[in-house]
Nanobody
Framework: VQLQASGGGLVQPGGSLRLSCTAS????????MGWFRQAPGKEREFVAA????????YYEDSVKGRFTISRDNAKNTVYLQMNSLKPEDTAVYYC???????????????????WGQGTQVTVSS
């Protein structure tokens, strides 16, 4: 399985970006997906996850109400809509495919089997 993330860039505080992650495999639709991020000098941290059907979504507390995860199984793609961006959101963002359909537990790095290459998000004026 190969995951290709895109959509990162430089944005001013308060701005928006939409990240996309497309999977190479047709089995994409039966697994949960997640987004993580890693800032310089910090560990990779959970951002959001979505179960196989798209009905179940989970968010890290600091992004609740600002970020929205969604998926289009027909396109093998998961999205992360990021609004009201803050400088502390600056990081490399990674998409990942979970080992299960439910995505539980959803915030543990080890529960994700495949990872994309990362896309840089920089929030700065």
């Amino acid at each position: 399985v190969q995951l290709q993330a895109s959509g990162g860039g430089l944005v001013q505080p308060g701005g928006s970006l939409r990240l996309s992650c497309t999977a190479s495999a047709s089995i994409f639709s039966i697994y949960a997906m997640g987004w993580f991020r890693q800032a310089p000098g910090k560990e990779r941290e959970f951002v959001a996850a979505i179960n196989w059907s798209g009905i179940g979504t989970y968010y890290e507390d600091s992004v609740k109400g600002r970020f929205t995860i969604s998926r289009d199984n027909a396109k093998n793609t998961v999205y992360l809509q990021m609004n009201s961006l803050k400088p502390e959101d600056t990081a490399v963002y990674y998409c990942a495919q979970h080992r299960s359909p439910s995505g539980v537990p959803y915030s543990t790095v080890a529960e994700y089997a495949y990872w994309g290459q990362g896309t840089q998000v920089t929030v700065s004026s």
